[in-house]
């Protein structure tokens, strides 16, 4: 099994710019999960979709962020303007089943630095 | 809102000795998972305590849920160096049975 797999695993931007970060889940999970990490506020979570519908999006920090999954298979994040306060690891993760209650596994990370 | 409080938040052991880790949660929480991550990794799925009075063990650690105390421990014994970590707790509440809130993590640091 491959996991979560995301990318870019790193990316340097300037403030202004648009950035998008890609996540590709455990195939045959139907939940799917952005979150954020930083040491200031840890571990949070931006949006969650479920069968490729966003469920709650209360996390997002604000209208620069948006979310998609076109399909099962695939998720973005992006981030239009660009702040260097989005400086952090944004980690995605999936989950399989209904119950709310199934383990999430969490991808490598995409590192930004915005400049 | 549930809030998930980890202590200590910063643990330095000599290889060989035990010691618990804490996670105590502000409101019923159905679930408590504990997760590993090592700098600059991911977090890799360690436990699921779905019940009261749970507890499950893999290897030197070994964790535990008591819902009436809102309360898990992480237990780690004989500390080998590779355990070396951050570990975090995270909680679910019912309302959004999806939805996770996670402490702010425990580093870990195993001295030989």
């Known amino acids: 099994d491959a996991g979560v797999i995301q990318s870019p695993r790193h990316e340097v931007t300037e403030m202004g710019q648009e950035v998008t970060l890609r996540c590709k889940p455990i195939?045959?999970?139907?939940?799917l999960f952005w979150y954020r990490q930083t040491m200031m506020r840890g571990l949070e979570l931006l949006i969650y979709f479920n069968n490729n519908v966003p469920i709650d999006d209360s996390g997002m920090p604000e209208d620069r962020f948006s979310a998609k999954m076109p399909n099962a298979s695939f998720s973005t994040l992006k981030i239009q303007p660009s702040e260097p306060r989005d400086s952090a690891v944004y980690f995605c993760?999936?989950?399989?089943?209904?119950?709310?209650?199934?383990?999430?596994?969490f991808g490598p990370g995409t590192r930004l630095l915005v400049l | 809102e549930l809030k998930v409080e980890q202590n200590p938040l910063f643990l330095s052991m000599q290889e060989g000795k035990n010691y618990t880790i804490y996670c105590n949660y502000s409101?019923?929480?159905?679930?408590l998972y504990w997760y590993r991550q090592d700098p600059g990794k991911s977090l890799e799925s360690l436990f699921v305590l779905l019940s009261n009075g749970a507890v499950k063990q893999e290897g030197r650690l070994m964790a535990s849920l008591d819902t009436k105390a809102r309360l898990s421990t992480l237990h780690i014994t004989a500390a080998v160096h590779d355990l070396s970590a951050t570990y975090f707790c995270?909680?679910?509440?019912?309302?959004?049975?999806?939805?996770?809130?996670f402490g702010k993590g425990t580093l870990l640091t195993v001295n030989p």
């Open positions: 993760a999936s989950s399989s089943g209904t119950s709310g209650k199934e383990t999430q596994y």
């Open positions: 195939s045959g999970h139907n939940s």
């Open positions: 995270a909680g679910g509440s019912g309302g959004s049975n999806y939805k996770l809130t």
């Open positions: 409101t019923t929480s159905d679930r």
